[in-house]
């Protein structure tokens, strides 16, 4: 049987412990949601992403749990940062599922283009630098 890559996702969240997701539907999400509602995952929507962010962090915080947060592209995934940082300082486990453009719809300046690997780029660092045993002299 063959698997769409989000089944593949949403699987993996949900064998790392991921129970809710919280977020906004888009276009660029669509199969993303679309393997959620056909899984265990329980979808909740929110009305704006930063309140995603934070209602993922605090459901990790509280519970311990993974907690997920998703949304579509452009100033969208950039409305998740305060949240993703506030769970970042609080060493809450979540996960921020944000979607792009179709490659070939890349660099045609797209008002909904965002570059949030360069603005994700410090929790990223910390979240990954946090889970490795410091080596000894540094």
């Known amino acids: 049987m063959t698997h769409t890559v989000a089944e593949v996702m949403v699987d993996v969240l949900i064998s790392a412990g991921a129970r809710r997701c919280y977020g ?9 949601t679309d393997a959620v509602r056909r899984s ?14 934070m209602a993922a962090g605090a459901d ?11 949304g579509s592209c452009g100033p969208g995934s950039l409305h998740f940062m305060n949240g993703v940082w506030e769970s970042n300082r609080n060493r809450a486990p979540v996960v921020l599922i944000a979607s792009q453009l179709p490659r070939d719809e890349l660099g045609f300046e797209f008002p909904r283009k965002s570059t949030s690997r360069r603005s994700t780029a410090p929790a990223r660092f910390s979240a990954r630098k946090s889970e490795r045993p410091l080596k000894p002299g540094g």
């Open 24 to 32: 906004v539907p888009g276009d660029t999400l669509n199969y993303f």
């Open 40 to 53: 265990t995952l329980r979808w909740v929507h929110v009305r704006h992403e930063e309140a995603g962010a």
């Open 60 to 70: 990790a915080l509280l519970t311990g749990e993974l907690a997920l947060c998703a």
